[in-house]
């Protein structure tokens, strides 16, 4: 048996796979990295899953910080693996710079989070059992900053934590209400992972919740007539012909799983896939939406409600539509190693 056989079939943690919500469990290790004096230390796994911080720590003060998400997951074969953690990476590096945070290079992200996962191989839920490990790389300024201005000092960590399906008892169509909040300011910070715009969004959805909406649709925050995203997903439509239309803007977070739809949806499903400004009076000449990231891959939405106008998709309100769903299986067929990946999309852990 070679070494990678042998530490894939390592004891694995005494858990109910089956049964995991979509929350935190501890792990063992999690991997931490210090920026001080103009540069990053090599990093280490440790045990200690808490951080002690100054009071006047520049994230508490400022809220400076940014963070990225994916999944590593165990495969037909038994291979433990994550789906195109460079492009992770890369999203990192680019919410540091616009955050005024030093670069923890992508190279090193990936090989981070290559060791936190390694390390906590037990806890990578077996194949066929609907659940992932959740990987939550994130970055914030640790020293005390009591003026406005970037930190001097930062922490970048990356947590684990297995989490089962993000929607327990199956897939089932979402609605959701077009809101009055904006998302992002013109020319802000739409377009990066950083913890203040997820903040800004709390208040949004838990008014969403209480009005009986699963979701928001955010409009552009200049002209509010065209669609933008959720406050954790980007948005993906489908035309009555079968053509894929994704909304574009500067303020939307560059998804990874929107950005691998779009390559399934034209290399695997031989789908017509534009990619343009949507506006939302067009919505209601769609035949299919679905919300995309990393959580739910796609979550279908079966009604949108403009104020008192209600958008329902001829796909219905009780499963997936027909394209929709081909997207779902084929792009989760990729990650579970049921179909053959592009080069490059599947990083092997072991």
């Given at each position: 048996?070679?070494?990678?056989?042998?530490?894939?079939?390592?004891?694995?943690?005494?858990?109910?796979?089956?049964?995991?919500?979509?929350?935190?469990?501890?792990t063992d290790k999690r991997?931490?990295?210090?920026?001080?004096?103009?540069?990053?230390?090599?990093?280490?796994?440790?045990?200690?899953?808490?951080?002690?911080?100054?009071?006047?720590?520049?994230?508490?003060?400022?809220?400076?910080?940014?963070?990225?998400?994916?999944?590593?997951?165990?495969?037909?074969?038994?291979?433990?693996?994550?789906?195109?953690?460079?492009?992770?990476?890369?999203?990192?590096?680019?919410?540091?710079?616009?955050l005024e945070m030093p670069?923890?290079?992508?190279?090193?992200?990936?090989?981070?989070?290559?060791?936190?996962?390694?390390?906590?191989?037990?806890?990578?839920?077996?194949?066929?059992?609907?659940?992932?490990?959740?990987?939550?790389p994130y970055m914030f300024?640790?020293?005390?900053?009591?003026?406005?201005?970037?930190?001097?000092?930062?922490?970048?960590?990356?947590?684990?934590?297995?989490?089962?399906?993000?929607?327990?008892?199956?897939?089932?169509?979402?609605?959701?209400?077009?809101?009055?909040?904006?998302?992002?300011?013109?020319?802000?910070?739409?377009?990066?992972?950083?913890?203040?715009?997820?903040?800004?969004?709390?208040?949004?959805?838990?008014?969403?919740?209480?009005?009986?909406?699963?979701?928001?649709?955010?409009?552009?925050?200049?002209?509010?007539?065209?669609?933008?995203?959720?406050?954790?997903?980007?948005?993906?439509?489908?035309?009555?012909?079968?053509?894929?239309?994704?909304?574009?803007?500067?303020?939307?977070?560059?998804?990874?799983?929107?950005?691998?739809?779009?390559?399934?949806?034209?290399?695997?499903?031989?789908?017509?896939?534009?990619?343009?400004?949507?506006?939302?009076?067009?919505?209601?000449?769609?035949?299919?939406?679905?919300?995309?990231?990393?959580?739910?891959?796609?979550?279908?939405?079966?009604?949108?409600?403009?104020?008192?106008?209600?958008?329902?998709?001829?796909?219905?309100?009780?499963?997936?539509?027909?394209?929709?769903?081909?997207?779902?299986?084929?792009?989760?067929?990729?990650?579970?190693?049921?179909?053959?990946?592009?080069?490059?999309?599947?990083?092997?852990?072991?």
């Open positions: 048996m070679n070494e990678g056989k042998r530490k894939i079939r390592m004891e694995k943690k005494n858990i109910d796979w089956g049964n995991l919500g979509f929350g935190y469990i501890q991997y931490v990295s210090n920026f001080k004096d103009g540069a990053w230390d090599e990093g280490t796994l440790t045990d200690d899953a808490n951080i002690v911080l100054n009071e006047c720590a520049g994230v508490l003060q400022y809220a400076q910080t940014i963070f990225e998400g994916l999944k590593a997951y165990t495969t037909e074969e038994g291979r433990i693996v994550t789906f195109r953690p460079d492009l992770n990476g890369e999203r990192m590096e680019n919410s540091a710079r616009r670069v923890f290079p992508k190279e090193r992200f990936v090989e981070a989070v290559t060791k936190a996962v390694a390390a906590n191989a037990a806890y990578v839920p077996p194949f066929g059992s609907g659940a992932t490990l959740y990987v939550r300024g640790s020293n005390p900053v009591i003026g406005v201005k970037p930190a001097d000092e930062y922490q970048f960590r990356i947590l684990t934590t297995p989490v089962g399906p993000y929607f327990k008892g199956g897939v089932k169509p979402l609605t959701i209400c077009v809101s009055d909040f904006d998302r992002a300011a013109p020319h802000g910070t739409g377009h990066i992972k950083a913890g203040l715009n997820y903040a800004m969004s709390l208040h949004a959805i838990m008014e969403a919740h209480r009005a009986g909406f699963d979701e928001n649709m955010y409009l552009d925050p200049a002209t509010r007539t065209k669609v933008e995203e959720t406050g954790g997903a980007n948005f993906l439509f489908v035309t009555k012909d079968k053509k894929v239309v994704i909304p574009k803007s500067e303020s939307i977070l560059p998804s990874i799983t929107r950005r691998s739809l779009m390559v399934v949806a034209k290399d695997y499903l031989g789908l017509e896939v534009e990619e343009r400004e949507v506006l939302l009076e067009e919505v209601k000449d769609f035949a299919e939406c679905g919300l995309c990231g990393t959580a739910a891959v796609i979550s279908p939405v079966g009604k949108i409600v403009d104020h008192e106008r209600e958008i329902c998709l001829p796909s219905g309100m009780s499963e997936m539509g027909e394209v929709t769903k081909k997207l779902y299986d084929t792009l989760t067929g990729i990650q579970m190693g049921r179909i053959e990946a592009p080069e490059g999309w599947i990083h092997v852990i072991e």
